[in-house]
C-alpha cells in the first residue's frame, strides 16, 4: 500500500526519492536567472514547423496527445536538439487545483507539458535512462469566458 504521504513516497518507488521531483511550486520573490542559460530556439513552432498527424488517447490518467511533426527545440541550456513528441494536460476536479505545479503557492485549473525527446537517443526508454533525456515545456492554463486566442501558431495537419 502507498505510503500516505509524498514523502515517504521512495520507500516503495525509489526514483521519487531523487532531487529533482515534481511538483515544483515556483517561488518568484526567490528564483534567480541562470546567467549561464541562453534563450530557447523555438523557431519552428513559431515559423517552418508542421504538425502531420495526431494520436489523441486517454492513457488513464490523461489525455495524451501523440505528435508526429518535424517541430524540434534547441538552446536554453539543452544538450544539443529535441524533437516534439507529445503533450499531455494536468487538470483536477475544481480550477483552484489542477496543475501539477504552482507559481507562489497557487495552482492553475490546468497545465500543458509539451514533452519533446533528445535526438541523440533511440526511443523513449533510452531516454528515460538520460536525466537530460527529455525537455518538457509546462505552460499554466487559466479559465476564461473570453474566446481571445492567446497562442497562435502555424500547424498544418494532412
Ligand atoms: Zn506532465
Excluded at 533528445?118 to 535512462?129: G, I, M, P, Q, S
Aim: hydrophobic share 30%.
Amino acid at each position: 500500500m502507498l505510503s500516505e504521504s509524498p514523502n515517504f513516497w521512495y520507500k516503495e518507488f525509489p526514483d521519487c526519492g531523487k532531487k529533482r521531483q515534481s511538483p515544483i511550486n515556483i517561488n518568484s520573490n526567490l528564483a534567480e536567472e541562470a546567467g549561464h542559460l541562453r534563450h530557447f530556439d523555438i523557431g519552428d513552432y513559431l515559423e517552418s514547423g508542421t504538425i502531420n498527424n495526431m494520436t489523441v488517447w486517454n492513457n488513464g490518467w490523461t489525455v495524451t496527445v501523440q505528435v508526429e511533426s518535424n517541430i524540434k527545440i534547441k538552446g536554453g541550456g539543452l544538450e544539443g536538439i529535441y524533437s516534439l513528441r507529445h503533450f499531455h494536460l494536468h487538470w483536477g476536479f475544481q480550477n483552484a487545483r489542477g496543475s501539477e505545479h504552482s507559481l507562489n503557492g497557487n495552482s492553475y485549473p490546468m497545465e500543458v507539458h509539451i514533452v519533446h525527446r533528445k535526438n541523440k537517443v533511440k526511443d523513449k526508454y533510452e531516454a528515460l535512462k538520460d536525466p537530460n533525456g527529455f525537455a518538457v515545456f509546462g505552460v499554466f492554463v487559466k479559465t476564461s469566458t473570453s474566446q481571445r486566442y492567446i497562442f497562435h501558431t502555424k500547424f498544418r495537419s494532412m
